[in-house]
């Protein structure tokens, strides 16, 4: 069965790439990249391949494509995670919104809501030709704002598109970690959208871990919820909320925060980080593998910083 992924030049490809050669079983036999970028889908191709020779594991050949419609045509799955203007789209929206002295952040509020409307006619052109080359395929969409685009989406694919967030399982995984369980083994009870909700439960053989987890200070102190929003506050919620409500909740500290001096922006931090990539990249192809596994550490470790700050 072929996967096409839309937005195959995104950083964070690489890790879906990973995930299906560690699983033997996977019904997927072939994967298609596409992207409207070249220079990026033949760097992260490059990534992927020397990702795949390090792994070893079950063959999966993985093509590449800038015409949407070839890396649709007979694909099973399609895996959606475009980002229409790239980068310095998402640094345009954080930008006027704090301009304008309102919340700049890509998927919460104005920039948000711009994010969607610059997304929104360009995924609905690339449903309508899922529906037109691959009828029976099942549509997995990871494109922000989520919520928003698997809405739009479904009026074209109906219930064959399904939106997903790794938000929500971190959350849930952090929690377990910090008491030594695994979230594999929990039932999850999680409240809300992708950036929107709150753990509320998690239930293993021992029962409810969340009220054992609120009464733990080192527990809580050692997750970023823990971080971002203080061992008090989480108590008095009776429920850990997903990172997002920082800006809800603390809106006013973040809006200043943002308007305050030398301050950059997450996609400008996103941008200059991922140009210096390619271009080492560019130098020095061989490197791609290592260089890329470097910045995503430094990606993953600068998530959410100024609100555990």
């Not at 959208?193 to 021992?206: E, F, I, S, T």
Request: charged fraction near 20%; aromatic fraction near 6%; charge should be neutral.
């Amino acid at each position: 069965m072929k996967l096409a992924i839309l937005g195959g030049g995104g950083f964070r490809v690489p890790l879906v790439v990973r995930a299906l050669l560690r699983e033997a079983d996977s019904p997927i036999t072939e994967v298609t990249l596409y992207d409207a970028d070249p220079v990026r889908l033949a760097a992260i191709a490059n990534v992927v391949a020397q990702s795949a020779a390090s792994l070893g594991g079950r063959p999966l050949p993985v093509t590449t494509t800038t015409d949407a419609r070839a890396a649709l045509a007979g694909a099973a799955y399609v895996f959606s995670a475009i980002r229409v203007g790239g980068l310095a789209g998402r640094v345009t929206d954080e930008r006027v919104a704090i301009a304008n002295g309102v919340l700049g952040q890509e998927t919460v509020g104005a920039g948000g809501i711009a994010f969607g409307l610059r997304t929104i006619p360009v995924i609905m052109a690339l449903a309508r030709t899922v529906r037109e080359v691959a009828p029976a395929a099942w549509v997995v969409n990871f494109t922000n704002p989520a919520g928003m685009v698997t809405e739009a989406m479904s009026t074209e694919l109906g219930d064959r598109v399904i939106g997903i967030c790794d938000s929500p399982l971190g959350l849930a995984r952090r929690v377990a970690r910090s008491l030594g369980r695994r979230v594999e083994d929990c039932r999850i009870d999680y409240s809300g959208l992708n950036h929107l909700g709150w753990l509320h439960g998690l239930h293993d053989r021992d029962g409810d871990l969340v009220p054992r987890f609120l009464a733990d200070d080192a527990a809580v102190a050692g997750t970023e919820e823990g971080e971002i929003f203080g061992v008090d506050w989480l108590r008095s919620l009776g429920a850990v909320p997903n990172e997002y409500l920082h800006y809800y909740y603390l809106h006013r500290e973040a809006r200043a925060e943002q308007r305050g001096a030398g301050h950059r922006t997450r996609g400008e931090f996103l941008a200059s980080q991922q140009q210096g990539f390619f271009n080492r990249i560019t130098a020095a192809p061989e490197t791609s593998l290592t260089q890329w596994e470097s910045v995503l550490a430094e990606r993953n470790a600068t998530y959410m910083a100024a609100a555990r700050g």
